[in-house]
C-alpha cells in the first residue's frame, strides 16, 4: 500500500449509515408535495430499491433532486384521466431504470427540464427536503437517524484523511459531530458549497493539489463516486456497501478496507 499517498472519503454511506435519513427524507417529501399538490398520497413515495437504482446511475448525487425528478416524472404520467393516486404512478425499479437510462451523468436538471413539464419547482421541493431533514419546530429531522460508520478518530488513520462530499457544509458540521470529528480542519473537506459536484473529478484534484498528494484511495458507495474517481485517473477507488457491489475491491465498510489493505484496525 506504499504507492498510495493519502485517504479521500466520502461521506454518506461510508462514513455515516444516512439509509435512515437521506432516503426517508425523499419518501416524506415526495408523499408531502404529491399531497399538497391535491393527488392522493397512498402508496409509499420511495424505496430501498428506488434509491439503488438513482444511485447505481451516477447523475443523481443531490438527493433534493432525486425527489424533484420523482415527483415530476409521476405527474407527467397523471395527465388526463390519471387517478393522481401514487400507488399507480410511482414507477417500478425496472421502470424507473428503463426512464432515466437516457439521462446523461452530469446533466440531471437539464434532462428533466427539457423532458417533463415542471409542475414541482426544484426550489420547493428542496425546502420541503431540508425541513425533513433538519426537523421544523417540535417535529425532529430525519438526520437524528445517522449512525457513525467508523469508530476511530480521523488522525488515528494510515495516511492522511480528506473528505470530498455532496453534503453542504451544514449537514458536513453534523457528520462530524456523529463522529466526533468535530477537530477535522475545513481545508481538508470539499463539500458541495465548493460548486464541485460529482462525478466531477475536481474534488479529488483539489485536494491533491493543495497538499501535495498524487497517488489516493478513495472510499465511496455509489456510481458517481467511482465515475469521479474514474475522470481522476490516478490512485485506488475503493466501493463500500451493496450499491457497487461488482466492483473490486469492495468492502462493507470502510473499518474492514483499511484493515484489508493496510492491516488497520479501526477501534
Ligand atoms: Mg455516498
Not at 98 to 110: F, L, M, P, T
Not at 184 to 197: E, K, T
Amino acid at each position: 500500500m506504499s504507492e498510495y499517498d493519502c485517504l479521500i472519503f466520502d461521506v454518506d454511506g461510508v462514513l455515516i449509515d444516512s439509509s435512515g435519513s437521506y432516503p426517508e427524507m425523499i419518501r416524506r417529501t415526495v408523499e408531502a408535495e404529491w399531497k399538497a399538490a391535491g393527488f392522493t398520497a397512498d402508496a409509499p413515495g420511495y424505496s430501498k430499491e428506488l434509491n439503488a437504482v438513482f444511485k447505481r446511475h451516477g447523475g443523481f448525487n443531490d438527493d433534493s433532486h432525486i425527489a424533484w425528478v420523482l415527483l415530476n416524472i409521476m405527474a407527467s404520467g397523471n395527465t388526463g384521466s390519471g387517478s393522481g393516486r401514487l400507488r399507480d404512478c410511482i414507477p417500478s425499479p425496472a421502470e424507473l431504470e428503463g426512464i432515466i437510462s437516457s439521462c446523461g451523468v452530469d446533466s440531471a436538471k437539464r434532462w428533466l427540464t427539457a423532458n417533463y413539464e415542471e409542475r414541482f419547482p426544484l426550489d420547493r421541493v428542496a425546502e420541503t427536503c431540508m425541513n425533513i431533514y433538519y426537523g421544523n419546530g417540535a417535529e425532529p429531522g430525519v438526520r437524528v437517524m445517522e449512525r457513525p460508520m467508523i469508530r476511530s478518530h480521523w488522525s488515528e488513520f494510515p495516511l492522511p484523511a480528506y473528505v470530498f462530499t455532496g453534503r453542504g457544509a451544514s449537514e458536513w458540521e453534523f457528520a462530524k459531530d456523529i463522529l466526533s470529528w468535530n477537530d477535522f480542519p475545513n481545508a481538508r473537506i470539499v463539500s458541495s458549497d465548493s460548486g464541485i459536484l460529482k462525478p466531477s473529478p475536481d474534488g479529488l484534484e483539489l485536494i491533491c493539489k493543495n497538499f501535495g498528494h498524487k497517488r489516493p484511495i478513495f472510499f465511496g458507495d455509489t456510481t458517481s463516486d467511482m465515475m469521479s474517481f474514474k475522470a481522476f485517473g490516478r490512485g485506488k477507488f475503493v466501493a463500500i456497501g451493496q450499491i457497487l457491489r461488482k466492483w473490486d475491491p469492495n468492502f462493507p465498510c470502510v473499518g474492514d478496507a483499511m484493515l484489508n489493505l493496510f492491516g488497520w484496525r479501526d477501534m
